[in-house]
């Protein structure tokens, strides 16, 4: 009893060591793992412990995460390929977030700087990015398919073989695509003019929604899509890749080819040759085949760069050039038949009949060329600068459905040279930023008949855009600037007869943003904007028939610039990798709104018979949620599901605004089957996507008692099942992907409110695909 009462005390002694040592050896160290030149994410950085020997590598976002360290002080090492090795020491006594910078070497290596790059940059606001594996599956797309993954993302479409991204309800010239680091600039303008952006020159493509996409210019209103290029290859030798695809709906074929290497002899020179051509069919919608909707596409891209760590030029050729139907039963030679066809709910026989490659009247013929030179100098330790130059055309002929018109519908001409110099200055008491001034000159030229007129513009802007983070790597803080100057003039038609009124705009937009970091887990961030839009040159010039849509629009010279406010609150909690959550929630108000707003005149011209539709301004509000998460609920199971809803609302008459994106909810559920020696990289996901019916719309008593300002009510509500596998097989000692699937699996009967093609057919039906990449190198002779 006595040897008890001496051992129980030593024992309730031991316990309480015990949990005070575990409970002082549970905390942990994360953070990012940054560039400290360019802020961008590190990849595959090592951080390890001197003390325990633990070891972690950064995620694809840069994060990492040390755990069950105990209370004490620690000497970090941090290491990165191309970057200085960074050793500091930490005292741990809770858990803490802490955010490394690694600067990169001077020394060259190989004669060359590797180049990181990351749109985000840590901006406080919504960034989304669609690469590797993820992009892989939605090769043979176009670039608004290939992004309608992104949430918040829809597309607007004008038949189904042409479409443009929508952000949060906004298009056309308020959503602004860099193309490898180049404004893209064609006959955006057009709801049915499709980028002329060949999607497999992409690495990753990049959406930045919310007040930072001022950035890029300011009439980025709705955001900003990046199509980036990844970097010119510095490992000697040759190698490449081949992207095969086949899709049974359209029988539509793809081939993409890349090749690029790097000379041992000459380290600072890097090419590369790139080359896609798609070709496809007749559209089936269920039960029938539509008419003269195939497409011919053949692009190809030339790159060459010589790099040096002080200096470094890149020269880039792109052409893109595409051939496409337009539906002829969306074309209608008279009244009556146009408003039959509306109500009769399908296509007539003349308009269906069978499969064809042909493309026939009414079509596009569209080619876009790009030239640019990039070059970069490094400024010593406090930056880097920038200079982008380039030259683009973009040549743009549709033909009307009568072939005994001699006379195209319309021809456009534009040439656009642009021109950013910038300067990344690096660490200066907290705060990194960019400067910089952008400047654009535009020529137009039309021929055959006139829907815009000739002009010239031109266009110059400064920008300024800086950030600070705390030292406890709590809070990031960002503020921008940017001043826009804009003129029209030289504004007339071929004949001389009509001269429009030049017009000139200058604005103003900046932002105010913050990120808070609760802990390694959540994150907060908010931000502010003001916005300046100047009205697009068909808003204030059209005035005709536009081929592509089957509309007479009719523009303002009247046009007052759009001016608002935007604002984001955005979270993020991420619980390692079993259970990830964003919400981005949002509302922007708008004065001087312009929209394109149909009336319930139907005009009759030699052409046949066409809506009436004008432009037209008022004060909105646009208010949204885009929110998803992904939970892995079992070791090889993930459930994903995504929701965006927007409500639009026009001031100015107290009614809803046209044109915008139902509700959407997506529900997907992947199986992820163990790797085997010969099989690796396999996937199995099965996804539903639910769109509600478009009840808020505006509406206008019409002379029968329905809707003017709409030629039929908004489509049923729809459901669509897609089903996806993939693996990746080594064969001839190169690691094969295949990807396997069929959207639309059910072959439902819908159709889609944002389509303009909505009134005359379905949307496509099942489609069956299978897409192949076969990587190729081929290694120097030592």
Known sequence: MNRLRRILPMLILGVLISQSVWAQCNYTLSGKILDQNSNANLIGATIAVKETQQAVMSDENGNYKLDGLCAGEYTIRVSHIGCHPLEFKISINKDTRKNISLEHAVSELRGITVETTNAAKSMTGPVSEVSGRDLEKLRGLSLAESLKEVNGVTMLQTGATVSKPMINGLHSNRVLIYNNGVRQEGQQWGSEHAPEIDPFVANKLVVIKGANAIRYGGDAVGGVILVEPKPLTTTPGIQGEVNLGAFSNSRMGVVSALVEGNFSKLPALSWRVQGTTRRSGSIRAPGYWMNNTGMDEKNFSLTAGWRKPSYGIELFYSQFNTDIGVFTGAHMSNRNDLKEAIKRGRPLEEFTGDFSYDINRPEQIAEHELFKVKAYLNTGKIGKLNLNVARQFNYRDELDRNSALSVNSLTLNLTTYTADLTWDHFNWHGLKGTIGATGMYQRN??????????????????????????????????????????????????????????????????????????????SITANASHVYRVPGVNELYADGLHHGTGLIEKGNVNLDAEHGWKFNLSGNYRLNDQLEADVNMYYNRFNNFIYQ???????????????????????????????????????????????????????????????????????????????????????????????????????????????????????????????????????????????????????????????????????????????????????PKK
């Open 445 to 522: 030229h039309y021929l055959a008949r006139r829907f815009i007129p000739n002009y010239e513009l031109e266009q110059w802007g400064l920008f300024v855009s800086e950030r600070w983070e705390s030292k406890d790597n709590k809070w990031m803080l960002e503020a921008g600037g940017r001043f826009d100057s804009r003129s029209f003039y030289n504004i007339d038609d071929n004949l001389g007869e009509i001269n429009f009124p030049e017009r000139d705009y200058n604005g103003f937009t900046g932002i105010l943003g913050a990120t808070y970091y609760v802990n390694d887990r959540l």
């Open 597 to 779: 707003q149909l009336s319930d005149s139907i005009i009759v011209t030699i052409r046949g018979a066409f809506p009436f539709t004008y432009y037209a301004q008022s004060d909105v509000n646009m208010k949204g949620i885009d929110a998803q998460v992904k939970w892995l609920f079992l070791p090889r199971w993930r459930f994903s599901s995504k929701a965006s809803i927007l409500r639009a609302k026009n001031e100015s008459i107290d009614d809803w605004l046209i044109s915008m994106p139902s509700d959407r909810f997506t529900q997907e559920l992947s199986f992820y089957p163990v790797n085997t020696k010969a099989w690796k990289d396999n996937f199995i996901s099965l996804s539903m996507t639910n769109v509600t019916k478009q009840t808020r719309v505006p509406f206008e008593a019409g002379k029968d008692g329905e809707n003017a300002l709409d030629l039929m009510p908004p489509p049923d509500a729809y459901t669509l099942v897609n089903l996806e596998g993939g693996t990746t097989h080594n064969i001839a000692k190169r690691p094969v992907t295949f990807t396997l699937g069929a959207s639309n699996l059910l072959n439902t009967r819908y159709r889609e409110y944002l389509n303009t093609f909505r009134y005359f057919a379905d949307e496509a039906g099942i489609n069956v695909y299978l897409k192949v990449k076969v990587p190729f190198q081929i290694n």
